[in-house]
Structure formats: C-alpha cells, structure tokens
C-alpha cells in the first residue's frame, strides 16, 4: 500500500525547475548563446569585411593567435593589471575591514566612507577619474596634472601614466567591495573567539592567522575571484581611463579593437575565449572554500 | 585587556583619516567641480569652490542651447538629460527587480527544494561570471536584433540582471539553505500553503540577505558603461551613462562632471542608506544562515 | 480532540529505511512519548505524522480521518520544534496569531485566544517582543503557545526541550506535564532523553533502528523490559548485564561466571531450564544491587573490588569489579567505601532479568 502525496519529491523537482527557469533561460539568453557563439565563430575566417561565404577554419586564428607576439604582450599586461590589482584590493579591503573590526567613536561614518568608491557608479566615477587624471587644458589643476603624467611617462614610458592610472581607479574601487565584503565576514566571528586567542597567544599576527584568517576564508576565497573576474574581463575602465588610445593593451582592449577596428570576429573570438579555461580553473579551486556548507542534520 | 597606549589611539585615528580621504577624496572633488564656475575651474583653487552654482546641472536640463561665454552657438549641444534620468530610472529599476525576482525564484529552488544535482546548478550559474560579458557584443547584438529590440531600453532590462543574478542567486540560495526547515514547516503547520509560507515567513524573513542582492545588483548595474552605450544610440533613448559618454571633454567638461553627480547623488544615496544591511545580509547568506 | 492510528507505518529514503513496520493506536487524550537514540526514527515518525515527510507505506488515522494524502494544514494538529522555529521577523503575538490569522479567526477571537495562551504560560509581558530578544525559555513558551491557542486535535512535539540547559528543561517539563492536564490534548512526544519519556509519558514507545521495541507504561518499561535494547535505555545509571552459563546444582539453576556465581531466582527458574547448560545474559539495574548484610541470603551474594566511588548526595554510585565484570551500584549515602576496598553486594531476587544471547529478548 504505497501512497504518494501530491506535493511529494516529484512535485518539489518539478517546481525547481519552473522557479530555475526565468534565471536560466536569462542566462542562456544573453550568455550561453553568445558563448556558443563565439566559439563557432573563433573556428571560423567570419568578418564583416570579407565577402563571400564564411570558411570553417579550424584552430587556425588559435593558432595565429599564440604566434602574434601582440597577443603574448596583451596576455602578459593583463595577467599583470589582475595580479597588482587583486593583490592591491585584497591588501588595502583587508586593512580596512581590520581597521573597522573593532567599534569606536565615528565607526559609522568611516564604514560609509569606505563604501562609497564602490557604491559610487563606476561607470560615470570613471568619466570623472579620466577628466580628473587627464583634464582639459583650460582648468586650474591640468598644469599640475601634465606634469605628473609627463614625469610617469618619461621615467617608465609612454602610456605609463594612462595604465597606471586604470590599475588605480580598478583598486580604489575594488578595495571598497573587498572591505565591505570582508567586514561581513570579521562581523560573524565571535568576540570570544578573539578573546579566546587573546589568552592563547600575545601574538596579534598569530591570532590574525589563527583565528581571523580561517573564518574569513569563504569571503576572501569569493572576493579573490570576483577581483579577477572582473580584472580580466575588464575593457571598459581601460578603454574609458585611456580614451581609446591604448598602449598597453589587455585582451579585452585587444578583442575589442580587433573587432571594431579591424572586424576580424574569428581571432577576436578565440582571443576572448583564451581567458575562459583560466577563470574556470581558478573558480573550480575557489568553489571549494566558499561554497555553502552543508545543512545541519537533524534528529 | 589593557588600556591602548596614546600612539596606538593616534596611529589608530590617523589611519582612519587616511582611510577615509583615500576613499572620498576622487569624490568629493567631482562633487567640486560640478559646483563651478567655468570662471573658477580655470582661475581657483581646484580643492575648493569659493563662489558654488548650481549653474552646470541647470544646464543639463536646458534643451534651448543657450549661448554661453566663450563658446559660440554653432558648438553648442543641447541634451535631453530629462529623458536620460528617466530612462535610466527604469532601467536601474526594472533590472534591479527582475533580477531579484529572478535570483530570488532560483534561490529557492536550489535551496530549499533542492533537485538532483543543485549544487552543481548553482556552481553552474555562478560560473557565468568567468565569461566576460563586454567581450560578447557581437552575438549579443545579434540577440537583441533578433528579439527587435536595437534602441530599446528593453535590451538593457535583459542583459542587466544576468550581470548580478549570479552572485544574487548564490548568496540568497546559500541564505535559504541555512535556513532551519523548521521555520518553515512551522507556518505550513500552522495553516498556510507553500506559497503564503513564503510570501509571509521566509520572504520577510531574507530581507536583509534581499538588501544585499539588490544593492549589489544596482552597484554592477550602474558601473556599466559599456552596453548602455553599445546598444541605446539615439539620444532620446540613452541612459545618463550611456549619454555622458557622448560628451566631449573640452567643451562640457562641467556640465558632464554635474551629470556624473546626479546619476551618482541618488545611487550613493540609496546604497549609503541601506549598506549596513548590506554587511548584514552578506554575513547572514554566508554563514549564519537566520 | 481524537486519537491517531498509525498502521504498518513504514519510511524509505534512497538508501535508509528509517521506519519500519510501526503499529500505534494512540488513544484520545494519551500522552505518549516516543524515545530512542539519535537515527531511531521517531522523528521520522512524528513528521510522518505531521505530513512533513511522504509515507512510503502504511496509513496514518487522526481522529477517523485518514490523514496519508492531506497536506499538514489540514490534518489539525500542532508541532513544536527543538529550535523553537520561531518566526524572527514577527512579535510574539504575532507568532502565536500566525496560525488563527491563516485560518481567518476574527481578530476579538485571537486577541482572546492568544490572550488566554499568554496568560497559561506567564508570557503576557512579552507579547510585544521580537523572538531574538527572548530567552530560550521564553522562546520554548511561546512555541507551545504558538500550538495551544489553534486547539488542535494532537499536539506534535520533536525534542522541544532539547536546547534548554539542565535546570530550565526539568522545569518545562514539570508544566508542560501540567499543560497536558489541564488542556487534555492527544500529544505525541519525541525525546531522546529517558527520564523526559518516563516523567511525561502516559505510555513510552521505545524505539531502535526503525523498529518499535516496546510500548508500554512507564513502570511497565522498567519493571519488565521486552528485550535488553530496553532494559539498558530506560533507567539511569542502566542496567548492569553480565554473561553467565546457566548450571544445575543440587536440584536448583545458578548462573555462574568467573567471579560471580548466583542462585536463579525461583520465580524464572521455570522460564530458564531451556537455558541449562547455556550462556545467557543476567541484567540487574544498579538500584537493585546493595551492600549485602549477614541476613542477606548467601545465594544472592558475591564480592567485588571498589573501583570507583561517585557520591551524589542522595546516593553513592559504586563502580565495582566482579572478576572481569563491570557493575555500577547504586548505595545508601551512609555507605563507607574507598577506592580498592572489598565489598559484598546482594542482588535483589525479584528484579532480576534475564536476556536471551542471541535475540536479546527477555526471558
């Protein structure tokens, strides 16, 4: 005599998949088919500029890609611009967060300070940064400005300053989100855990790593992730920071101009597509540390 | 514990006003500008405005094209930044809430109804991020061609929310999952359906970890800059960002650092009001769970 | 008000079956307790009850309603839960509302109601407050109160005093045992806890991996133990059991093993001449051991070696060594005894119990 409710198993997994929908058919929509898009294209001579039908290539723009000294520098500049940025971000969030662990007088209003460069809309803050570093002539700071940038390029050359000032902006901003991020985390470590160290070890580095450390983890693990993501995905903070005239460029620059410029789809494809692997390792490794743990198991 | 000696209160508060400079200075200095003169941009102190108007956001609502000082009519643009500020409210708006909607359904599913595999669905969804989304304008547009909507603020109300629905999903999904089953066995107990049990217990119950999701989601939203001016290209259309980026620097440097401002004052705003909850919704989806 | 029936109640999930064949009648107004260690599915049990989980085979009867296909709204009844379950984002009143409100009470009727809820259980004060801003013990109250103000037909409760510390919980207890009186509701309780199932129970089922291994009374469960599973559950410290051969001398069966060596009691003698010649086991509960006197019969005797010496007040908890076997007694207070002393217990003859080796059933 076996007897199944109406709202049993059956009917839970059934509702999961109409509730997963909207989200899954949003991400199918505007990623999943312009990745199998790209990748199709990246095996293929397609371009705007050519006539005639479009030939299935192979790994040829795969191929030219790792052969194009070009690509080699723009990897290197991005791998570059992601690992001083990250490590920027998570060096000065980190300070932060630690610096407003603790309560005192005005802790509020620091906390707010410190989140504004993030909640501030990066992609205007961006405009005004850009005008800020490279102002037009007129104003009464450009002299002052020129020169800075004139002293950068001329000491570790042209186009310094242009990239200096993007990594600049990505940490200012990025740390802001770390430190929020991390301030979440300190914020569910117990007091006593910390005095409980306290009595263990007048080490403040030991306790750092003892206790600190391991219950950050989680968030350290999503807020490294998220910082490379978005370094390496990052195009518009280059392209908008050196208006265009980029001479240091990063891969998502390179794609861009390739397409724009030169409406070469295949090798921007398979360029765009060379980060892809990358980021999913590293997110394979991280998924471990942040993942939710599992339920409490009941009686 | 002992009492701090007097270096460590001075090195403590130093750091603070280090702190606290690093992260506003960029911003209090935008706000500056957009408070000048064009007379005091090029003589004053660039710090300070001694002699602040409110002239360079007027000037963004001005369609007539009023001759100004030493720039004659012929180079002088009107902008329809009325229609901007619209149009970017509905978009941040409507964004905002079909990715809530959206994460908030999938959230669900995956935490609390749990179907095979949903760990891996929410691995899944997550690892959109590793995809680069600037670098997918081509098909994108192709998309959006495709569903009619070249021009359309519409383009951007579908490709906004999968910009944050991946990390809204995995922390609201990770809020549910620690939630004690217990809560909400208790209301359908008590007489509600699944339905109510979770427009009345579980929904207000999350509204922290919602805060978060949706903060999170208007921050990315408003830092893009690059679909919003790939995809809306009349002017009419456009959103303050993606019509800032029209602008030309030697010419309307001010009026534009006053657009900046006013996209930026109501967002700071809303974010400023609500980022406590912001930590505390982050902290409950990650580890604590009620 | 009304009884529940519970018939060949079995659950399976993929791999584990954690209910197994149950046969209940729990009659109107009864209190009964469901006990066993943690994975003995009582709580499976309970929620099956509830309509929290599926029946994979059997019925369920509430009143004379068969309840395998209603959804949990419907089947009248009440749970409280071990975490309280409390919903933080409400007030207490709004807590206990919840329920009426789902059933569209008129409001007079629910202020009344929760009212009368508040007052039972002393928690009028707090009826403005948010759950986080209550004790446990407050938040325990206002979950019962959450239950009685439905008047529900059973009252469900998993393992409510469970996260309360020692003191509180024998304090909740004692009401909760007052509450049942008082509201005369059929309860269902499941505790892990034995001296919980045997103070509230009006009948105990102990249960063990799935399986119901005893119903009964409380006094019924510790004077006559079905098996051994029960006999070493119930009673605190538990019984002592000890394997011994059973051997005929001069007529009369004695149990004997190394170091022990005791006349079976006339009253089994007649259930264990099967035994003869066999190893069997002899559990005896630490109360029923004492400190044997010159009147104590011989043949009820045997020596030991203190090992360990537990004074409670009240009581001494001895741990002594018999040979190789390890006993705890439970002895007056006036009792003298140091580490490594020698000391004759007795064993009370009627109390004696005796469990088969393999099917561990009493004999």
């Known amino acids: 005599m076996v007897s199944v409710k109406p709202a049993g198993r059956a009917g839970d997994i059934r509702l999961a998949y109409a509730l997963l929908s909207p989200a899954l058919l949003l991400l199918a929509v505007v990623i999943a088919y312009p990745v199998g898009w790209e990748v199709w294209t990246s095996l293929t001579d397609l371009s705007p500029l050519k006539d005639g039908s479009t030939g299935f290539v192979g790994l040829a723009n795969y191929r030219r890609l790792l052969a194009d000294a070009t690509f080699w520098q723009a990897a290197l500049v991005t791998v570059v611009y992601a690992a001083v940025t990250s490590a920027g971000k998570l060096a000065l969030g980190l300070g932060f967060a630690l610096l407003l662990a603790r309560p005192f007088r005005g802790r509020a209003l620091v906390f707010l300070a410190i989140f504004l460069p993030w909640a501030y809309p990066a992609g205007v803050s961006v405009i005004g940064w850009y005008w800020t570093l490279n102002p037009p002539t007129i104003t009464a700071y450009a002299p002052f400005m020129g020169q800075l940038k004139y002293a950068v390029d001329g000491t570790f050359g042209i186009g310094a300053w242009a990239f200096a000032s993007v990594m600049l902006f990505n940490i200012w901003r990025g740390s802001s989100f770390i430190a929020v991020l991390l301030l979440a985390g300190i914020n569910a470590i117990p007091q006593e855990l910390f005095e409980c160290a306290l009595l263990e070890s007048r080490s403040a580095w030991r306790r750092f790593r003892l206790v600190t450390v391991p219950l950050l983890k989680p968030f350290l693990a999503l807020g490294v992730f998220l910082s490379l993501t978005s370094a390496f995905a990052d195009l518009s903070n280059v392209w908008m920071l050196t208006a265009g005239r980029i001479v240091f460029p990063v891969i998502g620059t390179h794609a861009y101009w390739l397409v724009i410029k030169a409406g070469q789809y295949g090798p921007a494809s398979a360029l765009s597509l060379t980060l892809v692997p990358f980021l999913l390792a590293v997110l394979l490794v991280l998924f471990r540390l942040f993942d939710p743990p599992q339920e409490r198991s009941t009686a | ?290 | 008000m009304a009884q529940v029936m519970m018939k060949d109640l079995n659950k399976k999930y993929d791999e584990v079956h954690a209910v197994k064949d149950v046969n209940l009648h729990i009659r109107d107004k009864e209190f009964i307790v469901l006990v066993g260690p943690s994975g003995c599915g009582k709580s499976t049990t309970l929620r099956m009850v509830a309509g929290l989980e599926e029946i994979t085979a059997g019925e369920i009867t509430i009143g004379d309603r068969v309840v395998n296909d209603l959804p949990p709204k419907d089947r009248d009844i009440a749970m409280v839960f071990q975490n309280y379950a409390l919903y933080p984002h409400m007030t207490v009143y709004d807590n206990m509302a919840f329920g009426l409100k789902m059933r569209k009470f008129p409001k007079t009727e629910i202020a009344k109601r929760v009212g009368e809820a508040a007052e039972i259980l002393g928690i009028q004060e707090l009826l403005k407050r948010k759950p986080r801003q209550l004790s446990g013990g407050q938040r325990q109250r206002v979950a019962v109160g959450r239950a009685i103000v439905r008047h529900p037909q059973v009252f469900l409760f998993d393992e409510p005093l469970s996260n309360l510390d020692a003191k509180l919980r024998v304090q909740m207890r004692v009401e909760l045992k007052r509450l049942h009186d008082r509201l005369e509701t059929t309860a269902i309780y499941v505790t892990h806890d034995q001296v919980e199932a045997m103070t509230l129970g009006d009948r105990v089922v102990v249960m063990k991996d799935g399986w119901i291994q005893q119903v009964g009374e409380p006094l019924e469960l510790y004077g006559r133990p079905a098996n051994r599973f029960v006999a070493g559950f119930i009673g605190s410290p538990s019984m002592n059991f000890v394997e011994m051969t059973i051997a005929e001398t001069n007529g009369a069966l004695w149990a004997d093993t190394p170091g022990i060596r005791v006349k079976v009691p006339p009253a089994s003698a007649a259930r264990l001449g099967p035994y003869k010649g066999q190893r069997l086991t002899l559990g005896i509960r630490p109360e029923d051991l004492r400190v044997a006197t010159g009147s104590d019969p011989a043949d009820y005797s045997f020596d030991t070696v203190v090992d360990v010496v537990e004074p409670l007040g009240s009581e001494i908890l001895l741990d002594v060594k018999a040979g190789s076997n390890v006993m705890v007694a439970r002895v007056d207070p006036t009792v003298r005894a140091k580490l490594h002393d020698k000391m004759r217990l007795s064993l009370h003859p009627e109390r004696v119990h005796f469990f088969d080796l393999k099917t561990e059933l009493a004999i």
């Open chain 2, 1 to 290: 514990m002992n009492p701090k000696p007097w270096w460590a209160k001075v090195g403590h508060r130093s750091l603070m006003l280090l702190a606290t400079i690093y992260c506003v200075f960029p911003i209090y200095f935008m706000l500056v500008q957009s408070l000048k003169t064009p007379k005091e941009d090029v003589f004053g102190n660039p710090f300070i405005v001694m002699d602040p108007t409110l002239e360079n956001f007027q000037e963004l609502f001005d369609r007539e094209g009023e001759v100004r000082g030493f720039v004659g009519t012929a180079l002088r643009r009107s902008y329809p930044f009325a229609d901007w500020l619209v149009n970017t409210i509905v978009v941040f708006a409507g964004s905002v809430a079909a990715t809530l909607v959206a994460s908030v359904a999938a959230a669900y599913a995956l935490g609390r109804l749990r179907p095979p595999g949903f760990r891996w669905w929410r691995r899944g969804i997550f690892a959109a991020y590793v995809i680069p989304q600037t670098l997918l304008f081509i098909p994108l547009y192709q998309v959006v061609h495709t569903l009619g909507l070249d021009d359309n603020l519409l383009a951007l109300l579908l490709i906004y929310p999968t910009m944050a629905l991946p990390f809204c999903v995995w922390i609201l999904s990770a809020y549910f999952q620690l939630l004690p089953r217990e809560i909400e066995e208790a209301a359908l107990i008590e007489g509600a359906s699944r339905a109510t049990a979770f427009f009345r217990i579980i929904l207000p119950m999350s509204r922290p970890v919602l805060v978060a999701a949706g903060i999170f989601t208007l921050g990315t939203i408003a830092s893009d800059f690059m679909i919003a001016s790939v995809f809306l290209l009349t002017p009419n259309n456009q959103t303050i960002t993606a019509g800032l980026g029209t602008f030309d620097v030697a010419l309307d440097e001010l009026a534009a650092v006053a657009g900046v401002n006013l996209l930026a004052i109501p967002v700071v705003t809303i974010s400023a009001l609500l980022a406590r909850g912001f930590v505390r919704g982050l902290t409950a989806a990650m580890i604590e769970g009620a």
